[in-house]
Nanobody
Framework: QVQLVESGGGLVQSGGSLRLSCVVSEGIFSRYHMAWYRQAPGKQREFVARITTAGSKDYADSVKGRFTISRDNAENTVFLQMRSLIREDTAVYFC??????????????WGQGTQVTVSS
């Protein structure tokens, strides 16, 4: 069973930075497409960023230019560097193992999430 464990969340002031990490156990990490999602209170989970096995990256419009997704295949880890944080970034952040589908992308596995809170 593939397990994903996120870390790095916390409380940060508006304008600050955080780096989230997600370690994946089991399987061959270099073969996994990886992504980050987030869910704010009372809202649906939303896509944040994705990095493919080839290193291609995709971002939600709301985080473009502020967040950077990266991966370290030797450490089985995907990162999300978040800069210029705003209150609207407050959410639980989840990493996931993604798979391509006929209509786009699907999620095979989820982590348990890590809380990010941005104060004004």
């Amino acid at each position: 069973q593939v397990q994903l464990v996120e870390s790095g969340g916390g409380l940060v002031q508006s304008g600050g930075s955080l780096r989230l990490s997600c370690v994946v156990s089991e399987g061959i990490f270099s073969r996994y497409h990886m992504a980050w999602y987030r869910q704010a209170p009372g809202k649906q989970r939303e896509f944040v960023a994705r990095i493919t096995t080839a290193g291609s990256k995709d971002y939600a419009d709301s985080v473009k230019g502020r967040f950077t997704i990266s991966r370290d295949n030797a450490e089985n880890t995907v990162f999300l560097q978040m800069r210029s944080l705003i209150r609207e970034d407050t959410a639980v952040y989840f990493c996931s193992v993604e798979r391509p589908t006929t209509t786009g992308w699907g999620t095979s596995y989820w982590g348990q999430g890590t809380q990010v809170t941005v104060s004004s």
